[in-house]
């Protein structure tokens, strides 16, 4: 185990870093500058899961260059929600969310998380007891189908009244107000609130750390 975070978070989400909290994971937060509209105009139009594995490498390649990150394992992840083949990100705007509540409701969609990971150890010394830096960057996307309650407009409206949705791919959450609206989920519920933690885990083993270096 390390006493200072071995771990960046490169995402300004308070999901993931809850997740990452209770899981009882060290981390620093270092939020990217990535314009993500940017970046997915920059790709064309890639498949849902793909652009969010684009998304989560832009985000954590962002972060990796700064000086701050120097020494660490830097994690970038971004989520895109699929309805009917088509990519919702964030809607940022209240009309937005709501026209995507009346066309998600009693529907079932696909919410695809991206996760990228960025070595950025010393190649010669790990520190802290730990072994030598690998100098990876790997990903890895974990999906998750959700399915959403036939909920009234009155339940949209008040929801998108509250901002939640705003900031969120698909405009919903599982950990927050929209839980109430959510059916059943199919896959890693981690998944669903932007951040999984046995993907993590697998991507670690990749870099040769395991989850358990990251506990605190």
């Known amino acids: ?37 940017a970046v997915a105009t920059h790709y064309g139009t890639p498949e849902p899961h793909e652009l969010a594995l684009l998304l989560a490498r832009a985000k954590a390649e962002s972060v990796a260059a700064r000086p ?28 937005v969310a709501r026209e995507r509540w009346t066309h998600m409701r009693g529907q079932t969609g696909v919410l695809h998380t991206g996760h990228w990971l960025i070595d950025n150890r010393d190649a010669d010394s790990g520190g802290a007891g ?16 959700v399915s959403f309650a036939q909920v009234s407009d009155e339940e949209i409206d008040a929801y ?3 901002g939640e949705p705003l900031p969120c791919a698909g405009g919903f959450t599982i950990d927050g107000r929209g839980g109430a609206f959510i059916t059943g989920v199919d896959g890693d519920p981690h998944a669903v609130v932007g951040l999984s933690i046995s993907t993590l885990r697998d991507l670690l083993g990749k870099t040769g750390l395991s989850i358990v270096d990251l506990w605190v």
């Open 1 to 37: 185990m390390t006493d200072s975070p071995l771990l960046i978070l490169a995402s300004a989400s308070p999901g993931r870093a809850k997740l990452l909290a209770d899981a009882s994971i060290g981390f620093d937060v270092l939020v990217s500058d990535v314009d993500e509209a």
């Open 68 to 95: 701050e990150a120097e020494g660490a394992v830097v994690l970038g992840c971004d989520s895109v929600f699929e309805l009917g083949g088509v990519a919702y990100g964030k809607p940022y705007e209240p009309d």
């Open 130 to 145: 730990l072994s030598a830096g690998s100098g990876a960057t790997i990903g890895a996307v974990a999906s998750a189908s």
């Open 160 to 162: 998108v009244a509250t």
